[in-house]
């Protein structure tokens, strides 16, 4: 996986150390993006794109469904949990979205939301754009509670972590001929890439100089992909991936660029990629053995409204599967991509 168990204890030793003394090694975590980090804010518009109903959450604390893409927790709220916070940030849109509950951040994140904003006008999702302002009217809430100047210390050394991309290839470019037709797959990345260069400079505008943003996943390697666009195949569908791979290349040159232009900032990639690769193409390394099937219904094709209560088929026990439903990985999957996060963003909490 890329990691060394050493590295890892010493990190974990460093969070204990720093919970022992009731305090998370960040002040607060914010999230913008797509379902991959999404805790609920879709549960409040009029989509079809959310959560909020069972089996997704059957695995979760509280064993209910709050919106989350999932059995259980997501990678960022693990990645919360490593930090050492006890709470996890608050879906904006959501009641609990007040008070000292934001001191520790907030969740702008939307489900189908992207960083080509007419993927999120697609779903009735919160575009970036959109995100960013939710953002800017938390930051008058947080003034308001905490004052003006611990407000800023917070936000200044607070985590930012974008996850955006996937659903503007799976979910519009790839089955839009308005879009595939007109651009090639490396000239709609340029597009994305351009919205994600203009979104990182707003957010850092407005304070923030802590950042990770993550690399697309392995699109070919999605159950849902392998069906819709597999031809038939159960393997991963290698141009969907290679697009990916290009993308994410860019990506980091990108964020080169960032970095070069903006001072006083730092931007990690988290690299999705590699990990969940390697989790699919070797699932009986990690303890898994399902990778192709999703726990939910056929673990086809299911994913949102079509991953409900009676999907026929749904697995007992998801622990063994990569994949919660067709789209999103299991609790047990993002465990382990979790602790790569940790390790990969080293830099973020130094």
Same mark, same amino acid.
């Given at each position: 996986?890329?990691?060394?168990?050493?590295? =890892?204890?010493?990190?974990?030793?460093?969070?204990?150390?720093?919970?022992?003394?009731?305090?998370?090694?960040v002040?607060?975590?914010?999230?913008? &993006?797509?379902?991959v980090?999404?805790?609920? $804010?879709?549960n409040h518009l009029?989509?079809?794109?959310?959560?909020?109903?069972?089996?997704?959450?059957?695995?979760?604390?509280?064993?209910?469904?709050?919106?989350?893409?999932?059995?259980? !927790?997501?990678?960022?709220?693990?990645?919360a +949990? $490593?930090?050492?916070?006890?709470?996890?940030?608050?879906?904006?849109?959501?009641?609990?979205?007040?008070?000292?509950?934001?001191?520790?951040?907030?969740?702008?994140?939307?489900?189908?939301?992207? #960083?080509?904003?007419?993927?999120a !006008?697609l779903y009735?999702?919160?575009?970036?754009?959109q995100?960013l302002?939710?953002y800017?009217?938390?930051?008058? !809430?947080?003034?308001?509670?905490?004052?003006? *100047?611990?407000?800023?210390?917070?936000? @200044?050394?607070?985590?930012?972590?974008?996850?955006?991309?996937?659903?503007d290839?799976?979910?519009?470019?790839?089955i839009n001929p308005l879009?595939n037709?007109?651009?090639?797959?490396?000239?709609f @990345?340029n597009?994305?890439l351009?919205?994600?260069?203009?979104?990182?400079?707003?957010?850092?505008?407005?304070?923030?100089?802590?950042?990770?943003?993550?690399?697309l996943?392995? =699109?070919?390697? /999605?159950?849902?992909?392998?069906?819709?666009?597999g031809?038939?195949?159960? +393997?991963?569908?290698?141009? /969907?991936?290679?697009?990916?791979v290009?993308f994410?290349?860019?990506l980091?040159?990108?964020? +080169?660029? /960032?970095?070069?232009?903006?001072s %006083?900032v730092k931007?990690?990639?988290?690299?999705?990629?590699?990990?969940?690769?390697? /989790?699919?193409t $070797?699932?009986?390394?990690?303890?898994?053995f399902?990778?192709r099937?999703?726990?939910?219904?056929?673990?086809?094709?299911?994913t949102s409204?079509?991953c409900? !209560?009676?999907?026929?088929?749904?697995c007992?026990?998801?622990? %063994? #599967?990569v994949?919660?439903? *067709?789209?999103?990985?299991? +609790?047990?999957?993002?465990e382990?991509i979790?602790?790569?996060?940790?390790?990969? &963003?080293i830099?973020?909490?130094?």
């Amino acid at each position: 996986m890329g990691f060394s168990s050493s590295l =890892l204890g010493s990190l974990v030793l460093l969070v204990v150390v720093h919970v022992s003394h009731g305090q998370p090694l960040v002040p607060a975590l914010y999230m913008f &993006g797509d379902s991959v980090v999404d805790v609920g $804010n879709n549960n409040h518009l009029i989509t079809l794109v959310r959560a909020d109903f069972p089996p997704y959450g059957r695995d979760f604390i509280s064993h209910k469904a709050t919106g989350r893409f999932c059995n259980g !927790k997501l990678a960022t709220d693990l990645t919360a +949990e $490593n930090l050492g916070f006890t709470t996890y940030p608050p879906a904006y849109l959501s009641k609990a979205a007040k008070g000292n509950n934001l001191l520790s951040g907030a969740n702008f994140a939307s489900a189908a939301s992207g #960083y080509y904003d007419k993927t999120a !006008k697609l779903y009735h999702a919160i575009s970036l754009p959109q995100q960013l302002e939710y953002y800017k009217e938390y930051q008058t !809430k947080l003034q308001r509670i905490a004052g003006k *100047s611990n407000a800023s210390s917070i936000l @200044s050394e607070a985590i930012y972590i974008l996850s955006a991309g996937s659903s503007d290839f799976i979910q519009n470019y790839y089955i839009n001929p308005l879009l595939n037709r007109v651009y090639t797959p490396d000239q709609f @990345s340029n597009i994305l890439l351009q919205s994600f260069s203009n979104f990182v400079q707003n957010l850092y505008g407005l304070g923030a100089r802590r950042i990770g943003v993550t690399t697309l996943a392995p =699109l070919g390697c /999605l159950p849902a992909s392998i069906t819709i666009f597999g031809a038939g195949s159960n +393997e991963c569908v290698a141009r /969907l991936n290679q697009d990916a791979v290009s993308f994410n290349n860019k990506l980091n040159a990108t964020v +080169e660029s /960032l970095l070069e232009s903006l001072s %006083g900032v730092k931007i990690v990639v988290f690299d999705i990629y590699q990990p969940l690769h390697d /989790l699919i193409t $070797n699932p009986s390394d990690y303890g898994f053995f399902e990778a192709r099937k999703s726990c939910c219904g056929t673990g086809t094709i299911e994913t949102s409204v079509l991953c409900n !209560k009676v999907s026929v088929g749904t697995c007992a026990n998801a622990t %063994g #599967y990569v994949f919660w439903d *067709s789209f999103h990985p299991t +609790e047990a999957a993002n465990e382990i991509i979790a602790n790569d996060l940790l390790l990969q &963003g080293i830099s973020l909490i130094s």
